[in-house]
């Protein structure tokens, strides 16, 4: 099987893009990270890909104020250039306008750290908590023109504990972000995901009907 190749979009330190690529090098994610690209110079999500030998580029979006989809275009200039198949944003802090997607429609892949459709946006961790909600987690989904509005095909489930802080509640849902990205890569690798409407259907799915959680 060949590998899929992925550009990933970042602009902070890039936790996600790290697990990412462990699983590429163990074997365990069967992709070639292709492009890592990020709107800020000096995120050290770009060191982290030159370690590995990746192909790491700063594309600054100064001089694009006002103009969005022009700043799009340039990313996906950047990405065709590698032969990106599939674009993953990992802490990407940019709104991704109609000109990316048009580029790659239904092939943009997101991670948020809520159970959408709750909580989206930032500071989702406060809003959980102050919601009083018992249980949170994170999201993969492909991207859509909205704001974290795209079909779901992933989710992992955390308790939030009445000891959470934002923060606590953070580093425990970032573990849950560090398998199930890559797992969703893997997923669309071997062609299982298909798109219904808003629902994304995985085929060869496990699961059992009765299964559930509880929180106390």
Same mark, same amino acid.
């Given at each position: 099987?060949?590998?899929?190749?992925?550009?990933?979009?970042?602009?902070?330190?890039?936790?996600?893009?790290?697990?990412?690529?462990?699983n590429?090098?163990?074997?365990?994610?069967?992709?070639?990270?292709?492009?890592?690209?990020?709107?800020?110079?000096?995120?050290?999500?770009?060191?982290?890909?030159?370690?590995?030998?990746?192909?790491?580029?700063?594309?600054?979006?100064?001089?694009?104020?006002?103009?969005? $989809?022009?700043?799009?275009?340039?990313?996906?200039?950047?990405?065709?250039?590698?032969?990106?198949?599939?674009?993953?944003?990992?802490?990407?802090?940019?709104?991704?306008?109609?000109?990316?997607?048009?580029?790659?429609?239904?092939?943009?892949?997101?991670?948020?750290?809520a159970?959408?459709?709750?909580?989206?946006?930032?500071?989702?961790?406060?809003?959980?908590?102050d919601?009083?909600?018992?249980?949170?987690?994170?999201?993969?989904?492909?991207?859509?023109?909205?704001?974290?509005?795209?079909?779901?095909?992933?989710? /992992?489930?955390?308790?939030?504990l009445?000891?959470?802080?934002?923060?606590?509640?953070? $580093?425990?849902?970032?573990?849950? $972000?560090?398998?199930?990205?890559?797992?969703?890569?893997?997923?669309? /690798?071997e062609?299982?995901?298909?798109i219904?409407?808003?629902?994304?259907l995985?085929?060869?799915?496990?699961?059992?009907?009765?299964?559930?959680?509880?929180?106390?």
């Amino acid at each position: 099987m060949s590998k899929l190749r992925i550009g990933i979009l970042v602009s902070g330190r890039g936790s996600n893009l790290q697990a990412i690529i462990d699983n590429v090098e163990k074997g365990s994610l069967n992709a070639e990270i292709a492009v890592v690209i990020s709107d800020q110079a000096e995120a050290y999500s770009l060191e982290r890909a030159r370690k590995h030998g990746i192909t790491a580029v700063h594309v600054s979006a100064k001089g694009y104020k006002g103009k969005r $989809e022009e700043y799009d275009a340039q990313l996906v200039r950047t990405l065709q250039e590698r032969n990106v198949e599939l674009v993953c944003l990992a802490g990407f802090m940019r709104i991704i306008t109609p000109k990316l997607l048009a580029a790659y429609p239904n092939l943009v892949m997101n991670i948020h750290p809520a159970l959408l459709p709750s909580f989206p946006g930032l500071h989702v961790q406060k809003a959980a908590i102050d919601h009083g909600v018992k249980f949170s987690g994170c999201t993969v989904h492909f991207v859509d023109e909205g704001m974290d509005t795209g079909p779901i095909i992933i989710q /992992a489930v955390v308790p939030v504990l009445d000891s959470d802080t934002d923060d606590s509640l953070a $580093e425990r849902i970032l573990k849950q $972000e560090h398998k199930i990205y890559s797992k969703a890569i893997q997923l669309y /690798a071997e062609g299982r995901l298909t798109i219904r409407g808003r629902r994304v259907l995985c085929r060869d799915a496990s699961g059992r009907n009765d299964d559930f959680l509880r929180n106390p």
